[in-house]
């Protein structure tokens, strides 16, 4: 089993804390992804489970075994760097195997791996080649083909697509994610990227200045986010909030929206967290494809274009409220408008979310069920 457990993991450099106090179990052949802006703390998690930087404070165990204090070496994982790391002057061939000849191992065995991660890498024509022959798919590649030699339990990606162009990280995503489903090990990844995390993860982690901001599946942040800051972190453009008066109509929310008109929620005794939902000023929250640009829905703002992208497959128009907010809309790919024009948009009930004073989910759209 390599599953990865942390318990109360704290780092401090000095009198700064960066890592303060997580909790989360990663399960045995997941695959997990760190996500959150920068700074927030990812890399430096990631370097701990992989023993790269010490822990401060609280426990760490690999397959059911304390790795608190053992050396990297000895707890079973290899990591995978944004910077690809080849030795220049070695082959594809030796540099997939130079670690296993560093410990040791026999040249056959050796010989045997570096062939079996060759052909799941699609590297065999290019095992002769130095890594300057290569283009930066390639060198990844390799860089990965070197953590799969060492047959580990668990993978460690720190962002290893962000050097790529655009192009090339959708390839190696779906080539990772293949491997995954392959090799079915365990593999923690580390990104920025939010559209990467969605679509690669089983599980992701939402890290905001050194703790969890919320942890579950790609679609249950998506659809139900704890908090303004995972609201506003997932999904891409990203959600919509607009500052709303809300008052209780039985067992509906009655949702005076900008520029005056209204719109139901309904609630249907409802809760998130424990917390009803109660009058007063709230944070209201739309996804941009959520919105209609055609005016129908169950509640209607008034808006004029300030820039539209139009992209064939979808248009997405950046819009202002009568009191000044911003809103994303992302309409069809034949939408007609253009900027300075005037638009009513249409907003789904269903869809929206409510967020009180503290920034905390109390209704979440309910289009899941």
Do not use: W
Request: with cysteine; charged share 20%; glycine share 12%.
């Amino acid at each position: 089993m390599a599953d990865v457990t942390l318990r109360g993991i704290r780092k401090q450099y000095g009198a700064v804390t960066v890592i303060k106090g997580i909790d989360l179990e990663v399960k045995d052949g997941e695959f997990c992804v760190f996500v959150g802006p920068s700074g927030c703390g990812k890399s430096t998690l990631l370097r701990m489970i992989a023993g790269l930087e010490e822990i401060t404070d609280g426990s760490l165990s690999i397959g059911h075994q304390d790795m608190t204090h053992v050396g990297p070496s000895e707890r079973g994982v290899a990591m995978v760097f944004q910077s690809y790391a080849l030795y220049p002057h070695m082959t594809v061939a030796e540099n997939i195997g130079f670690g296993l000849k560093m410990t040791g191992h026999p040249k056959a065995m050796i010989a045997e791996r570096t062939a079996m991660a060759a052909k799941m890498l699609q590297l065999e024509p290019l095992l002769q080649r130095k890594p300057g022959q290569l283009s930066g798919g390639q060198r990844q590649r390799v860089a990965i083909g070197r953590a799969i030699v060492r047959n580990p339990e668990v993978f460690l990606f720190d962002e290893p697509l962000s050097n790529l162009d655009a192009a090339l990280r959708v390839q190696m995503r779906a080539e990772l994610s293949a491997l995954h489903q392959d090799i079915k090990a365990t593999m923690i990844y580390v990104t920025h990227d939010q559209v990467e995390a969605m679509t690669m993860a089983d599980k992701i982690v939402v890290l905001s200045a050194g703790h969890i901001e919320q942890v579950g599946s790609p679609l249950e942040l998506y659809h139900r986010p704890a908090n303004l800051f995972v609201a506003g972190f997932i999904g891409s453009p990203k959600m919509n909030f607009l500052k709303v008066d809300v008052a209780l109509e039985g067992d509906a929310a009655r949702v005076t929206l900008p520029g005056g008109g209204q719109i139901d929620l309904p609630l249907n005794g409802r809760t998130l967290a424990g917390t009803p939902v109660q009058a007063g000023p709230m944070t209201l929250g739309i996804r941009p494809e959520h919105m209609n640009a055609d005016g129908r829905g169950d509640g209607v703002l008034t808006t004029r274009v300030r820039l539209a992208e139009h992209l064939g497959s979808e248009t997405i128009f950046f819009a202002d409220l009568t009191d000044g907010t911003e809103v994303t809309v992302k309409a069809d790919g034949l939408a007609p408008q253009r900027a300075g024009d005037s638009i009513s948009i249409g907003l789904n009930a269903r869809a929206c979310h409510l967020f009180d004073q503290n920034g905390l989910a109390v209704l979440n759209g309910d289009l899941t069920r």
